[in-house]
């Protein structure tokens, strides 16, 4: 009897799996493992960590994630072969340049074994810009936004890496780091819906995740990511997206309550799967032992990201596209950062802060 799939992306602590990590995989078999920094060592090290997730969970449509957007988010940094421009900068050339971004960061993840990017961001530039947002969307224009986005999108599908559009329905004008605190927006639902119109172009593809986002003027108590008016009037309902709906980290302190709590009020809300990033034992046994397991839709849903995942990659002169990307980008691969959310909250819990 084929075992029931865990909704649920979960993590580990490092750069091998633990023993404790193994028996919780094997016997829960969630739906994939995302990487962070803590992950990556050398590039032998990512590949056998990879082999040894893929072996214990014991599936061959296990989802391999990773944030790999380019520029500041980049947590093959220590690894990687090339640089990489950020969205901001992309989306001041032409779209094509997004496409070239997506083949040569597919290439690289395949080749370790990841098959799932959480990238293109759609998130609207704004300004003032939200500090975890900087440098990473393409643009303040729908048109460019969409341009880009599905260029790249695209692109990673035809390299056989599933894309992840995120986030659904944005975070608009709020100043509030969602792994930090919780961000609000007062949008009406008029303004709400003139203001993601553009995300329309994005419901055809096959994986999507929420934003940690209170709309006040939509659902005052709940964020969108536990949100069923959220999730069903307004990313199922007015944007049409079908595609398997994953929740940001809920790690984030953006949501309130145990990790088991945050779990099961995203699944009831109406997400396909969460995401728990932090690594830490405890808090993949709370998600596991919720024992909520990927719906009869749900696995419809995936049935297209497992399409994706199982392509034969397009056989194209990678040599020829790098030449171009460094020649149209290499000005912004200087950029220096100075704030990274994610890998702050990591080090936040790494001192034994409480989530």
Known sequence: MTKPILAAILSCSGTTLTAEEKRLFASYNP?????????????????????????????????????????????LENIKKRKYASAEA??????IYSCYHAYLIAAELRDLGININYAPVI??????????????????????IVECGKSMASAYMEMGICPCVKHIPGHFSSLSD????????????????????????FNQYPLGMTSHILLKNID?????????????DIIRGY????????????????????????TQKSLDA??????????????????????RFLTEKSLIRF?????????????????????????????????????????VLHQMLKKGESL
């Open 31 to 75: 739906l994939g493992v995302s990487l962070f920094t803590r992950n990556i060592q050398s590039q032998k090290q990512v590949k056998k960590l990879i082999q040894e997730i893929k072996e214990t969970i014991n599936r061959d449509n296990v989802l391999i994630a990773i944030d790999e957007e380019g520029g500041r988010v980049c947590r």
């Open 90 to 95: 992309l989306g001041k050339v032409d779209a």
């Open 123 to 144: 998130d609207k530039k704004v300004v003032p810009q939200n500090k975890v947002l900087e440098s990473r969307c393409f643009s303040e224009e729908d048109n460019k």
């Open 178 to 201: 969602p792994h930090l605190a919780l961000p609000e927006s007062s949008l009406t639902q008029q303004e709400l819906n003139a203001e993601i119109n553009y995300i329309k172009n």
């Open 220 to 232: 005052s108590q709940n964020p969108a990511t536990q949100s069923s008016k959220v999730i069903t």
């Open 239 to 262: 944007l049409q997206f079908d595609g398997f709906l994953l929740s940001d980290a809920i790690d984030m302190h953006a949501l309130s309550g145990s990790v088991a709590e945050k």
């Open 270 to 291: 109406g997400i396909d799967a969460v995401c728990c990033c932090s690594g830490k034992i405890e808090d993949l046994t709370e998600v596991c032992q919720t024992n």
């Open 303 to 343: 049935a297209f990201i497992e399409k994706v995942i199982h392509n034969e990659p397009k056989k194209i002169d990678l040599s020829e596209i790098q030449v171009r990307y460094d020649s149209a980008l290499k000005e912004s691969f200087s950029e220096k950062y100075s704030y990274d959310a994610t890998e």
